[in-house]
C-alpha cells in the first residue's frame, strides 16, 4: 500500500503571495488531517476532512483553508502570505476515529 | 479548549539509562492516546499508543502508562540506545470532539554512548 504522499517537497513563496499544497492519502483512508510543525511549536492542528466535509477547525486566521475532494486527496490554500507561516507543513491521513494517523513527508514552505 | 502539555522539552541521558516523558491532556472525554516519534528530516511516527479502558501498554523497551483520574499518560524507554535519539510527541484525541488528534509540543531526546 502506497504511502501518504504530499507535494511539492520544498517551496519558497514572497509574502503576500498564495500557496496550494496537496495530500493524498492511504487509499481507503477517508480522514485527511493538516497540521503546521515549526520548532517549539509541536504539531499544530490546522483542520481535519473527512468524506469532503471539514470536520474540526484549529486556531488559525482564514487565510488557511483547505478541501477534500471524493477521491480523498486533500488540498490546503495559504493566502497573502506572511513571513510567520514558514514551516513544515504535515498531513496525516486514517481509516477512521481514534486509530493510528500516518503522516506524509510535509511540505516545507519558505516565505521570504 | 482541549489542550495537551508534554514535558520535559529536551532530556538527555547516558546509554543504558531510562526516560521517562509526561504529558498532560485538558479534556476529560479523551480516551486515545498515541505517542509518535520524529527522528531528523524525517515523518513523525507512532510508536505504541493506549486506549482509555488500560492502565499500562508495553512492546519491548516502550510502555505508555495512563492516570485517568490524573489525566496524565507517560511514556518510558527502558535500556536507552543511540538510535532512541529523535524527537517524541503525545498526543489525545476524544470521541467528542470527533477524534481531533491534538499534539503536545514535543520532547528532544538524546542518547549519548
Known amino acids: 500500500k502506497a504511502g501518504v504522499t504530499q507535494t511539492p517537497r520544498y517551496l519558497i513563496k514572497t509574502r503576500g503571495q498564495q500557496v496550494t499544497l496537496s495530500c493524498s492519502p492511504i487509499?481507503?483512508?477517508?480522514?485527511v488531517s493538516w497540521y503546521q510543525q515549526t520548532p517549539g511549536q509541536g504539531l499544530q492542528f490546522l483542520f481535519e476532512?473527512?468524506?469532503?466535509?471539514?470536520?474540526n477547525k484549529g486556531n488559525f486566521p482564514g487565510r488557511f483553508s483547505g478541501r477534500q475532494f471524493s477521491n480523498s486527496r486533500s488540498e490546503m490554500n495559504v493566502s497573502t502570505l506572511e513571513l510567520g507561516d514558514s514551516a513544515l507543513y504535515l498531513c496525516a491521513s486514517r481509516d477512521r476515529g481514534n486509530t493510528e494517523a500516518f503522516f506524509g513527508q510535509g511540505t516545507r514552505l519558505t516565505v521570504v | 479548549g482541549e489542550n495537551v502539555e508534554q514535558h520535559p522539552s529536551t532530556l538527555s541521558v547516558q546509554e543504558g539509562d531510562s526516560a521517562v516523558i509526561k504529558c498532560t491532556y485538558s479534556?476529560?472525554?479523551?480516551?486515545?492516546f498515541p505517542w509518535y516519534k520524529q527522528e531528523l528530516g524525517k515523518r513523525p511516527q507512532l510508536i505504541i499508543d493506549i486506549r482509555s479502558n488500560v492502565g499500562e501498554k508495553k512492546d519491548q523497551r516502550i510502555a505508555v502508562t495512563l492516570n485517568k483520574t490524573a489525566k496524565h499518560f507517560s511514556l518510558h524507554i527502558t535500556e536507552t540506545q543511540p538510535e532512541d535519539s529523535a524527537v517524541y510527541f503525545c498526543a489525545a484525541s476524544s470521541p467528542y470532539n470527533t477524534d481531533k488528534l491534538i499534539f503536545g509540543t514535543g520532547t528532544r531526546l538524546q542518547v549519548f554512548p
Open positions: 487509499s481507503g483512508h477517508r480522514s
Open positions: 476532512y473527512f468524506s469532503e466535509t471539514q470536520r
Open positions: 479534556d476529560s472525554a479523551s480516551n486515545y
